[in-house]
């Protein structure tokens, strides 16, 4: 096969449980890159949480964020693409959040807007060094530019309450999940694989040239849409279902793995 983009997820598939890349994942990537091969990272994060991986791997040229709501060039860090939520849909989201008990946040210029300061939003905060903001008048208020809101779901009741979120805004907004209880809300229609089938587009890459490796619901149209879908071993069930290559874990380097029998052979 010959591939000419790749698109990496980083939680769960490049980076391991600690958050860190293996050394060889690493160096598979840079080799990928000197032959030739565009590869860019596909996340959920913004361009703040981002910016650590970008460094680690010395990437350069564009990258797709907030679940493909987003795709920002690394060097500027300026949004080329960005498919903000309707306000309406917004405050909907907040509303319905509220009246299930959870903590949901928005974001604008990768500063993190909360209405109140709940644990889990100060941990994630804290995690990724991002500007938090606290408005409890959040719900009442008109917000632009705002790629995605990410709601967070106790581990007990993740399931009931991601069937919720699809149920309610089904034909309304794109309701997907990565992390475990990260709720998250885009755009309708916007996804990785969206932002993979735009930005191979801008570089004028066929499809079939295109591979995705990922692990959790927020990957799977991307897998299914690129030529090679790829999913780690530990990913969820429904994503290997649909993936074309299965390699193993990220604890086990699978995205070197995936390169170094491939993509450079």
């Not at 034909?171 to 996804?191: D, K, M, Y």
Request: net charge negative; charged share 25%; with cysteine.
């Amino acid at each position: 096969m010959e591939i000419k983009l790749i698109a990496l997820d980083i939680d769960g598939t490049l980076t391991n449980h600690a958050g860190s890349i293996s050394e060889r994942n690493r160096l598979a990537i840079r080799r990928a890159i000197d032959s030739g091969v565009h590869v860019i990272l596909a996340t959920g994060r913004g361009r703040i949480a981002t910016r650590p991986i970008w460094k680690q791997l010395d990437l350069h040229g564009p990258s797709i964020q907030y679940g493909g709501a987003m795709i920002a060039d690394i060097d500027t860090e300026r949004a080329l693409v960005l498919h903000e939520m309707p306000p309406d849909v917004i405050r909907e989201v907040l509303y319905f959040s509220a009246e299930l008990d959870i903590p949901a946040q928005i974001y604008q210029d990768d500063a993190v807007i909360s209405e109140q300061a709940s644990d889990v939003a100060r941990g994630y905060v804290n995690r990724h060094k991002l500007p938090f903001i606290i408005d409890p008048d959040i719900r009442t208020k008109t917000y632009h530019n705002v790629p995605k809101v990410l709601a967070f779901a106790p581990l007990e009741r993740q399931d009931m309450l991601f069937a919720a979120y699809k149920k309610r805004f089904a034909g309304i907004a794109q309701v997907s999940r990565s992390s475990p209880g990260f709720i998250e809300i885009n755009c309708l229609g916007i996804t990785k694989a969206s932002a993979l089938e735009e930005l191979a587009g801008m570089l004028a890459i066929p499809r079939e040239m295109t591979a995705a490796i990922g692990d959790n619901f927020l990957d799977q149209e991307m897998i299914e849409w690129s030529g090679v879908g790829v999913c780690v071993a530990d990913g969820a069930p429904e994503v290997k279902a649909v993936a074309d290559l299965i390699v193993p874990a990220c604890e086990e380097d699978g995205v070197a793995v995936f390169i170094e029998q491939y993509v450079l052979k």
